[in-house]
């Protein structure tokens, strides 16, 4: 029974994009992932089938943003119409990586916001609430009709950079749009904070680097960012870091998207070590210098919260 004198009880529900994250919270839960059907049709058309009764459940559906990503997306929209006309008592999306996340403003002309239409597009689903993980920008907090909460991989990533010996390390934000994440983290960790004024060329995911404002000459950097796709920002970053005397760089993301073989450019350059959450699936075997926290328990415990209404906030000393 939660506070609210309510007595029903959860369905974790698995996506198909990273059952291994869903399976790891349900355990956590102490309980058993809802069994579900996700394939496609020969025509293209996902269909999705709950196979057990969720009558008056609290479900929570576990879906990130993976590839191919309108695939996903459609599967999570098809998984919360099922849930509804299941006569679940509530629907929470759990969306670590939230889909079209880089999509959050009207920057160009005849653009879409993308980000701000799969918010809306999820309420039209049926959605109760919406929980995602570090979204790209604070203004997409504002495009959700339905409940929303954002958790905070900062506590798997802190207690990780905690372990090391920071003397002489400088944080450093790859843009002016990531310095507040990448401040929260250097004033968690009593270092200074350097920012790069950061602009990207055109769509194509070209990045140029102009300056760096703060000192990083005979530093070791820790690049804070919310993901990594093709890596640029970080490659371009640890480039001018090195010219300015920088001694070593670690990239610490909490996304790890990493397309089109980022890694191993990354490996390559000569970036000490990168690191990222399991917001998406990894194979932190795959690179010797990858390291991929776990963020099963901060999901877990928000959901368990959410359940029995209880404070989120606390979870992140808010
Ligand atoms: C953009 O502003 C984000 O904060 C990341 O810096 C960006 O998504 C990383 O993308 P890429 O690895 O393709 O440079």
Redesign the pocket.
């Known amino acids: 029974m939660n506070r609210f004198g309510v007595d029903f009880p959860i369905a974790i529900l698995s996506g198909s994009s990273h059952p291994v994250l869903a399976g790891k919270i349900a355990d956590k839960l102490g309980r058993k992932l809802t069994s579900v059907d996700c394939f496609k049709f020969r025509n293209d058309n996902t269909f999705c089938k709950i196979n057990e009764c969720i009558r008056n459940h609290d479900v929570y559906i576990i879906q990130t943003s993976t590839i191919p990503v309108n695939d996903t997306l459609m599967e999570t929209f098809l998984l919360i119409d099922a849930a509804k006309y299941a006569s679940a008592g509530r629907i929470t999306a759990v969306l670590p990586y939230f889909p079209y996340v880089?999509s959050d403003k009207k920057d160009q002309p005849r653009i879409s916001v993308a980000a701000r239409l799969v918010a809306d597009l999820l309420s039209t689903a049926g959605v109760s609430r919406v929980i995602t993980m570090d979204l790209?920008s604070d203004q997409i907090t504002g495009f959700f009709r339905s409940l929303y909460d954002q958790f905070y991989a900062s506590a798997a990533i802190l207690p990780y950079l905690r372990k090391r010996d920071l003397a002489n390390h400088v944080v450093v934000s790859?843009?002016i749009?990531?310095m507040k994440r990448a401040k929260y983290v250097a004033v968690q960790l009593g270092l200074p904070l350097a920012v790069f004024n950061?602009q990207?060329m055109g769509n194509n995911?070209q990045?140029e680097v102009a300056e760096v404002i703060g000192d990083v000459d005979g530093k070791h950097c820790l690049l804070v960012?919310?993901?990594?796709?093709?890596?640029?920002?970080?490659l371009r970053a640890y480039e001018n870091l090195v010219k300015m005397g920088a001694l070593s760089m670690a990239a610490i993301c909490v996304h790890g998207?990493f397309?089109d073989g980022?890694l191993d450019r990354l490996e390559e350059a000569g970036i000490d070590e990168v690191v990222c959450t399991d917001t998406l699936p990894q194979d932190g075997d795959a690179h010797r210098f990858l390291t991929v926290l776990d963020i099963t328990d901060i999901l877990a415990e928000g959901i368990l919260r959410t359940h029995e209404g209880r404070s989120i906030g606390a979870m992140f000393g808010q």
């Open positions: 880089r790209h790859p843009d749009g990531g950061k990207r995911d990045v960012d919310d993901e990594i796709s093709t890596g640029g920002s970080v998207v397309v980022a």
